[in-house]
Nanobody, 127 residues
Framework: EVQLVESGGGLVQAGGSLRLSCATF????????IAWFRQAPGKEREGISD????????YYADSVKGRFTISSDNAKKTVYLQMNSLKPEDTAVYYC????????????????????WGLGTQVTVSS
């Protein structure tokens, strides 16, 4: 059974840090690109970062560049999102999703192009 399981969310003060994890099960990890999305109340789901398991390349949206770091532990089939210098506007439900790396030519973060999704983890940043 395919599963993506996010963990590590919580409540943190502005300026603080959290590390999210996305544990994956049931598919060939190395053949996918794993992305982190977030959705704040009343807003659309937005992609913020991804990492290709085939070549390790990473991408960050401008909103998180320089503050967030995506990484992976291929042996554990887990992707991490280290979030530093958190701001109240980072408050959202954070989701990880997997897209086949064979579709590398597609524009990033097109929601329906992702094959598998986790259920999300809440991150709340207080001011």
């Amino acid at each position: 059974e395919v599963q993506l399981v996010e963990s590590g969310g919580g409540l943190v003060q502005a300026g603080g840090s959290l590390r999210l994890s996305c544990a994956t099960f049931g598919f060939t990890f190395d053949d996918y690109t794993i992305a982190w999305f977030r959705q704040a109340p009343g807003k659309e789901r937005e992609g913020i970062s991804d990492i290709s398991m085939s070549d390790g390349t990473t991408y960050y949206a401008d909103s998180v560049k320089g503050r967030f770091t995506i990484s992976s532990d291929n042996a554990k089939k887990t992707v991490y999102l280290q979030m530093n210098s958190l701001k109240p506007e980072d408050t959202a439900v954070y989701y990880c999703a997997a897209r086949s790396s064979s579709r590398w030519y597609l524009e990033r973060f097109i929601l329906h192009e992702y094959d598998y999704w986790g259920l999300g983890t809440q991150v709340t940043v207080s001011s």
